[in-house]
Structure formats: structure tokens, C-alpha cells
């Protein structure tokens, strides 16, 4: 690919269990880019329902359409995507990217007691970004609990043993990019306490053969 890793680029790599995962920050235009064009869709009913996906996703949620191909062009999603991977991989085996194919990208609306059930997805590389998130997710049903899972991401990797966890648990913030593999187990718990929505983006890619890390 063109696109070569910026010479700023904060990403980590978090290695839970087998598969690693990566952590970018997205820019704050291009989280504005995104809320925008979220907005401009959901202005008009005919458009929010032509770009319509949830009845082929897995997510118990309010809403979830595409991203157009025109709109990912003007932000150059492919290409920030996969200036990311690219550095994923010359970390991981010392391999450089030379192309990358966004299969789909599309929009999540999730609000109160919606949940996302555990599910993989297609592909090779996915990945999840948040654009907005309620102010408050709300309190454990028991009184005295020390962990709050509400509106957290988990990944799971295998089965529990000795010296080796099989989750892996997120809580989200606001310009927060997690990439992991497509066969990586995950799920988003729900949420309560708040009317607001918790907005993020998705995509599946394909990388080039020679890639390697699949």
C-alpha cells in the first residue's frame, strides 16, 4: 500500500492470550467526520433504511447500517486502517502490508439493555472504534460489587488454566480503536442509567497473502 506508518503513531499492542491486539486513538476530526455523517444519515429515513445491516450482524441493538463507499473514500478509512496494520505486522513477523480490502464498515447504535451477543467475524482484521458514549453506564444489580462490566467489550481466547486468562475485558472511551484478528470471540455487554447511546463504527478487511498473520 501507499500509506506508510506516521511517524507519531501511538499504538500498543495487547497480547491477553494467543492473539494479539492492537489499541490506536483515532484523531478527533476523524471522530467528528464520523459523528457528522451519522447524523446527515439519520436526518433522512429513506437513506438510514437503504444502508439498513442489522438483520445481518449479531448485535441485539437499536440500529446498525454501512458506511457508503463514498464517505469512506473522503476520510481515507482504508488507508488510516491500514497504516495501522501495517505496523501491526512489521511488529508481529516483519512483513509490510500491500493491500488491504475493507469487505464492509458499518455503524452501531446501542442504547440501554441492548447487548451484543458473542459472535467472530469475516474476514481477516476487524475492528471496533468508539464515537460516543453515555455519560454514565450505569451501577452492578448488587450492592458492594467491585467489578461493573455495563457497556464493557470482552474478547475470549480458549479456556481458563493455569497462568493463562481466556477473556479479556474493555472499557471503552471515546476515540478508542481496538484491531484484532476475525476469528477473536467477542461480545458487549449492556448497559443501564442512561438515555444517551453508545456509538461505534466496525469493519471486516482483507489483507494481502504474503501477510502472514492469519
Known amino acids: 500500500m501507499e500509506s506508510q506508518p506516521s511517524g507519531n503513531l501511538a499504538m500498543g499492542m495487547i497480547k491477553p492470550f494467543g492473539p494479539s491486539i492492537v489499541k490506536v486513538k483515532l484523531p478527533a476530526d476523524l471522530i467528528n467526520q464520523f459523528n457528522n455523517y451519522v447524523d446527515e444519515v439519520l436526518a433522512d429515513e429513506n437513506r438510514a433504511r437503504s444502508l439498513d445491516h442489522g438483520p445481518h450482524l449479531a448485535g441485539n441493538v437499536m440500529q446498525e447500517f454501512l458506511l457508503e463507499a463514498a464517505f469512506m473514500e473522503r476520510i481515507k478509512w482504508r488507508e488510516f486502517i491500514g497504516v495501522v496494520c501495517n505496523e501491526w505486522l512489521k511488529r508481529t513477523n516483519g512483513n509490510q502490508l500491500k493491500d488491504l480490502t475493507i469487505i464492509k464498515s458499518w455503524i452501531v447504535r446501542q442504547f440501554q439493555n441492548e447487548y451484543n451477543p458473542l459472535h467472530h467475524h469475516g474476514g481477516h482484521i476487524s475492528g471496533v472504534a468508539y464515537l460516543k458514549l ?14 461493573n462490566s455495563n457497556g464493557n467489550l470482552v474478547f475470549t481466547y480458549g479456556s481458563p488454566n493455569l497462568f493463562a486468562k481466556a477473556t479479556f475485558e474493555v472499557e471503552p472511551e471515546v476515540g478508542d480503536f481496538y484491531l484484532f484478528p476475525n476469528y477473536l470471540l467477542h461480545a458487549v455487554y449492556p448497559f443501564t442509567g442512561s438515555e444517551e447511546e453508545r456509538r461505534s ?13 492469519y
Open 134 to 147: 453515555p455519560p454514565d453506564m450505569g451501577s452492578p444489580v448488587q450492592e458492594g460489587k467491585q467489578r
Open 201 to 213: 463504527v466496525s469493519f471486516n478487511a482483507v489483507l494481502d497473502p504474503e501477510a502472514s498473520v
